[in-house]
């Protein structure tokens, strides 16, 4: 009944009625902007993009998965030479340009994407009734020029559309866009639950069309049926959301994001690309407690062999050590009991307190160990 009421609501021409969604694509990735528009006069002009969230979608498994970039991540602009921050993709050439910037920085083949504004946003969340939200703390600011008035309190708390903008536009927290980044998840997550509530299953249709004059975007009406159908099988809860990690930078004077590239690519791998996690070794350092030279070089090759990372060997304090021992600094997980096991299940020890090393795990050869 839904699928048909929203047909009726959403002109389509016959070749898109019986083309497929999603141009036939099994798994599809969508960029979706929030445009902070209230420093511009002009709708000709574009703002930066506030928002910057690229999500996965698995259609046959019904998987949603999103990485939120930070809008100051330092990036290169397709067209430039130097590098810029991502949210001016959005100033300077709109959500299509946008688009083709986060999939250079992210390396995946993004095929959509989907804007909206400060206005489009409280709109959804008026029309949906509002979104419960616990407020971490009393949020209070006014910039008279920016339009922006926000006076919140800590706790849980029903907010309307206004208030829900205050919200995800509050940003004076000492990790600064960060936070920000993870109220706008808990955000979107209030807004699905909303979206999706017994007493608006009725009113979805004209919600979505509500959301479409309202948003700009490349999908087709029958692209975003397909992806309301979809969203109502996927509990918010379910939908896995991070922030590409890194560190802020002060690079030629400009504070900018820095992504971490070996992080970033596991990350997409992971949840955009819905690849299963790497079997991820423990770093190791390997100390000789035994006297016998040579003995942490014998180990750490053992090591090295089975895969672990050995950053560094030496020796021991005590070199006289009848009991080996595998020294965690990442609790006893199963990777390193699966050490421990290769090494003839020597004693593992957790450590609590600071060390002068970095690594996870540091072994230190005794006696009884097979070498």
């Known amino acids: 009944m839904l699928a048909g009421r929203l047909s009726k609501q959403m002109s389509m021409s016959p070749a898109q009625f019986l083309a497929p969604p999603f141009e036939g694509r099994k798994q599809i990735y969508i960029l979706a902007l929030g445009e902070d528009n209230t420093g511009t006069k002009s709708k000709d002009i574009h703002g930066r993009s506030d928002t910057v969230l690229v999500a996965a979608v698995d259609l046959d498994k019904k998987q949603i998965n999103a990485i939120s970039i930070p809008r100051d991540t330092r990036c290169i602009i397709p067209g430039r030479d130097s590098y810029d921050k991502i949210n001016a993709a959005y100033a300077i050439g709109g959500p299509e340009l946008s688009r083709q910037t986060a ?130 099988h996927v509990q918010p809860d379910e939908i896995q959301m991070e922030t590409l990690p890194g560190a802020p930078e002060n690079i030629d004077g400009i504070s900018y994001w820095v992504h971490d590239t070996a992080k970033a690519q596991l990350m997409v791998d992971t949840l955009l690309r819905f690849l299963p996690p790497p079997d991820l070794k423990p770093s190791v350092e390997v100390l000789n407690g035994t006297g016998i030279q040579g003995a942490a070089a014998k180990i750490a090759e053992r090591l090295t062999q089975s895969g672990y990372q050995v950053m560094s060997t030496g020796n021991a304090k005590d070199s006289n050590l009848d009991t080996s021992e595998v020294r965690t600094r990442i609790g006893i997980t199963d990777e390193v009991r699966q050490l421990s096991t290769l090494l003839y299940s020597i004693r593992i020890v957790e450590i609590h307190r600071q060390s002068d090393t970095d690594t996870d795990v540091t072994v230190i050869v005794g006696k009884d160990i097979g070498l």
Request: proline share 2%; charged share 30%.
């Open 103 to 232: 999939e250079g920085l992210l390396g995946i083949p993004i095929q959509y994407y989907i804007k909206t504004n400060i206005g489009g946003l409280k709109s959804t969340v008026d029309s949906v009734g509002g979104v419960e939200i616990d407020i971490e703390k009393n949020m209070h600011y006014r910039d008279r020029r920016g339009g922006l008035n926000i006076n919140l309190r800590k706790g849980y708390r029903h907010l309307n559309g206004d208030q829900a903008l205050q919200y995800v536009r509050f940003r004076h927290d000492v990790m600064g866009d960060i936070t920000r980044i993870q109220r706008q998840q808990k955000f979107l997550r209030a807004i699905a639950r909303r979206m999706f509530a017994k007493e608006n299953l009725t009113k979805l249709p004209s919600i979505i069309e509500g959301i479409k004059a309202n948003v700009e975007t490349n999908m087709s009406d029958k692209d975003l049926l397909y992806l309301a159908k979809l969203a109502r």
